[in-house]
């Protein structure tokens, strides 16, 4: 902290707030950027502004140009120090944030701050990007990006009506922060309004504390199917049989059944320009008997 403090007081002594001033910043205009929310970062990609950004957070991954980027830290654990460092013109970020102190920490530098909405349903995230396409004067583009994600759902909606069941489905997710797996799906959140939207049922996973698994919730739930996220499935060694030894995963009717899939955990936790390809996936998994096109 005493580290922090001395940098903050420096920053301030040579730039003061007359580098950045108050006054309202133009995203119409080349920017230094740095974004600590992993949806507004796809978002700006895809609106053509990706240029723009000079760091993210450790989450944003999407799409693979995110990953070259100079990355700030985990976004609910950030260092103002390493935002401060990157000499942007503009933070943006979406209130899912941390700590509380971080966002005080750089404005008392001088730094810009912009914060967008957060994209944890369908109409919510077309409404970031409206949001994000007038700031940076994209609306043409919004705009396209929205009718391509009303095309693809519609396909959805049309793919769903064929449908003769209901498979359960458990996400199961391997947090970086504190590395532990645990159980994304069942809280209604982005995951479980993609799974309803591919035509399943989120499994009832009953269980305290939520950012480790219990074997014996696992069990009780019994999901048909289990989604896997990236990072914890390979760091289980890449196959089926070796995530089957993730506590309580092997009594299921998803290990009995051999239905474990693989999963990008971006496509999974906010919607954004791909949900609607991304659903598709995701049907495409739990419903293998209605041949769902590749998007």
């Known amino acids: 902290m005493k580290k922090i403090s001395i940098l903050l007081s420096i920053t301030v002594a040579l730039f003061g707030c007359s580098r950045f001033g108050k006054k309202e910043i133009d995203g119409k205009k080349d920017l230094r950027i740095v974004c600590v929310s992993k949806h507004l970062t796809e978002m700006v990609f895809a609106l053509g502004k990706g240029y723009d950004i000079v760091a993210c957070d450790l989450t944003s991954t999407y799409p693979d140009s995110a990953k070259l980027l100079t990355t700030v830290g985990y976004h609910r654990a950030l260092n103002p120090e390493g935002i401060i460092a990157m000499k942007p013109d503009l933070v943006i970020h979406s209130n ?15 730094l810009q701050v912009k914060t967008f909405g957060a994209a944890n349903t369908y109409d919510s995230a077309k409404l970031v990007l409206l949001e994000l396409g007038k700031f940076f004067g994209a609306e043409t583009k919004a705009d396209s990006l929205i ?28 947090g970086q922060a504190n590395n532990n797996f645990f159980v994304m799906s069942g809280r209604n959140g982005a995951g479980d309004r993609m799974i309803k939207a591919a035509g399943g049922k989120s499994a009832v996973y009953d269980a305290k504390g939520a950012r480790q698994l219990s074997a014996e919730a696992i069990a009780a739930a019994n999901p048909d199917i289990i989604i896997a996220t990236n990072f914890g499935f390979d760091k289980m060694g890449g196959t089926v049989d070796k ?3 993730v506590a309580g995963v092997a009594l299921t009717n998803a290990a009995k059944n051999n239905r474990i899939y693989r999963f990008e955990e971006h496509d999974l936790v906010y919607f954004g320009p791909r949900s609607g390809e991304n ?6 998994l739990i419903h293998p008997e209605l041949n769902v096109p590749k998007p």
């Open 96 to 110: 899912d944030i941390g700590p509380a102190s971080v966002i005080p920490q750089i404005e008392k530098v001088g």
């Open 147 to 174: 009718t391509k994600m009303d095309r693809d759902m519609m396909l959805v909606k049309e793919i769903r009506s064929k449908q003769t069941d209901t498979p359960s489905v458990m996400i199961i997710h391997y």
């Open 243 to 245: 995530f089957k030894t």
């Open 279 to 284: 659903v598709l996936k995701l049907m495409g």
